[in-house]
């Protein structure tokens, strides 16, 4: 078993930044891939960026590249996500997950998921 407890969401103007991270606990030894994902109200869980256990390989949705930067610590077992220049549209609620399998922009493909952090960006 692994637990996620992400931090650091809050509200920010449009045009700012916050950074999110993600603490990993329990067999967080093991090798995860690890992604984050965003839900707004009414939507389906969305893919933001995601990351190989290694952090040599990222990906990200497009809405998010070049504003977004997920990058992890294994020695200290944290997930992080740099957000700049934030949109409205970035509001969600943003969850980590945790997948023994590569990097997937499928929510159903993680293993493991954290409670969510909300993000608010106000216009």
């Known amino acids: 078993q692994v637990q996620l407890v992400e931090s650091g969401g809050g509200l920010v103007q449009a045009g700012g930044s916050l950074r999110l991270s993600c603490a990993a606990s329990?067999?967080?030894?093991?090798?995860?891939?690890m992604a984050w994902f965003r839900q707004a109200p009414g939507k389906e869980r969305e893919f933001v960026a995601g990351?190989?256990?290694?952090?040599?390989?990222?990906y990200y949705v497009d809405s998010v590249k070049g504003r977004f930067t997920i990058f992890r610590d294994n020695a200290k077992n944290t997930l992080n996500v740099q957000m700049n220049n934030l949109k409205s549209e970035d509001t969600a609620v943003y969850f980590c997950?945790?997948?023994?399998?590569?990097?997937?922009?499928?929510?159903?493909?993680?293993?493991?998921w954290g409670q969510g952090t909300q993000v608010t960006v106000s216009s």
């Open positions: 997950a945790a997948t023994l399998k590569d990097v997937d922009s499928v929510a159903y493909h993680y293993d493991y």
């Open positions: 329990g067999r967080a030894s093991t090798r995860y891939a």
């Open positions: 990351i190989s256990w290694s952090g040599v390989s990222t």
